[in-house]
């Protein structure tokens, strides 16, 4: 009698098949245990922003390697990959900056914060799918966080304005720029202030003024000097104020609330712009900072106070 070959017994496929898991179980505990040696992660402060807004991304890296690493020592250390639509690569135009040496003992972690819209085209209105890859020198596996999706949206326009701005060398045509404010849904509704050239194909700054009620309408004017003064409601008694200059930078953000009148924008003879009505709040978010609103009315209530100097003497 013919005795059937060991190789098509039921009990010898049973051992070959534990036999092959126990050797995938094997190497892929071997790459998982290799790839928990350091950790990272891609956060974002909001899931959606404006288009040449700064979009600023997180890279979290964690080091569970059981010793002290050593990371930015060269510009290939941190590797980004920003994929649009059809998770298409988007193209870069400026190097990536990572260069900064950092050391992390086992067990800690650090986090490298780069600014995506000066590096890659993020302009068009869509979905943006970004991965970062960590490579340590010296070693041959690289590790990559999880992707990480975040959106451009263009919001809704509410207001623009062209204004002048004098030529760099004195004489000549103003340069024309141009202001423009569109509010957002992020969650809440935000409200931005963009800078642009104008025929807004050149983007100088995007600023976040701040929360908004959706049926608040902003209250913006120009000054003399060609600052923009923004006035809008953030809950039923408060109100924004904020104070955008023509090269982009936010000069001053306050919070205005109701009292018996409401607070409205109120020009003087000279052009200077300033709050009517309500009263102001000391808040954490003011600009110029409250304690340094309080050191600069101390200084000028001592000056105010202080006697006249002789013309002669220069002295009191």
């Known amino acids: 009698m013919d005795l059937p070959l060991a190789a098509t017994t039921p009990e010898f496929r049973v051992q070959r098949m534990k036999t092959i898991l126990q050797i995938l179980a094997a190497a892929w505990l071997g790459t998982a245990t290799l790839s928990a040696q350091i950790l990272v992660e891609v956060t974002f402060d909001s899931e959606s922003y404006l288009?040449?807004?700064?979009?600023?991304?997180?890279?979290?890296?964690?080091?569970?390697?059981?010793?002290?690493?050593?990371?930015?020592?060269?510009?290939?250390?941190?590797a980004l990959e920003v994929e649009g639509e059809n998770h298409r690569?988007?193209?870069?135009?400026?190097?990536?900056?990572?260069?900064?040496?950092?050391?992390?003992?086992?067990?800690?972690?650090?986090?490298?914060?780069?600014d995506l819209a000066p590096v890659y085209e993020l302009a068009k209105p869509g979905r943006y799918y970004v991965t970062a890859t960590v490579h340590v020198t010296g070693w041959k596996d690289a590790f990559a966080s999880k992707t990480k999706w975040v959106?451009?949206?263009?919001?809704?326009?509410?207001f623009e304005t062209?204004?002048?701005?004098?030529?760099?060398?004195?004489?000549?045509?103003?340069?024309?720029?141009?202001?423009?404010?569109?509010?957002?849904?992020?969650?809440?509704?935000?409200?931005?202030?963009?800078?642009?050239d104008e025929t807004e194909s050149k983007t100088y700054n995007v600023l976040?003024?701040?929360?908004?009620?959706?049926?608040?309408?902003?209250?913006?004017?120009?000054?003399?000097?060609?600052?923009?003064?923004?006035?809008f409601q953030f809950n039923a008694r408060a109100f924004n104020y904020c104070v955008v200059t023509p090269e982009g930078f936010l000069l001053k953000r306050e919070t205005w609330e109701y009292t018996d009148s409401r607070p409205i924008l109120k020009v003087s003879e000279d052009g200077h712009i300033n709050i009517s009505g309500g009263v102001k709040k000391s808040r954490n978010t003011d600009l110029p900072p409250p304690d340094i609103?309080?050191?600069?009315?101390?200084?000028?209530?001592?000056?105010?106070?202080?006697?006249?100097?002789?013309?002669?003497?220069?002295?009191?």
């Open 51 to 78: 288009p040449n807004e700064p979009m600023i991304a997180k890279i979290r890296v964690s080091n569970n390697s059981g010793q002290p690493i050593t990371f930015g020592q060269d510009d290939h250390w941190l």
């Open 89 to 114: 690569l988007v193209n870069q135009v400026a190097t990536l900056p990572v260069l900064g040496e950092f050391s992390l003992q086992s067990s800690e972690n650090g986090t490298k914060k780069i």
């Open 151 to 158: 959106d451009v949206s263009s919001g809704v326009r509410v």
């Open 162 to 196: 062209t204004f002048g701005m004098p030529a760099a060398t004195g004489t000549g045509a103003p340069e024309v720029r141009k202001f423009v404010l569109h509010q957002a849904n992020h969650k809440q509704m935000v409200l931005y202030a963009r800078l642009t």
């Open 208 to 231: 976040a003024l701040g929360s908004l009620l959706s049926f608040s309408k902003p209250e913006p004017q120009l000054d003399r000097w060609n600052n923009m003064h923004v006035l």
């Open 293 to 316: 609103n309080a050191q600069i009315a101390a200084v000028e209530a001592e000056a105010a106070a202080a006697p006249p100097l002789n013309a002669k003497t220069n002295k009191p």
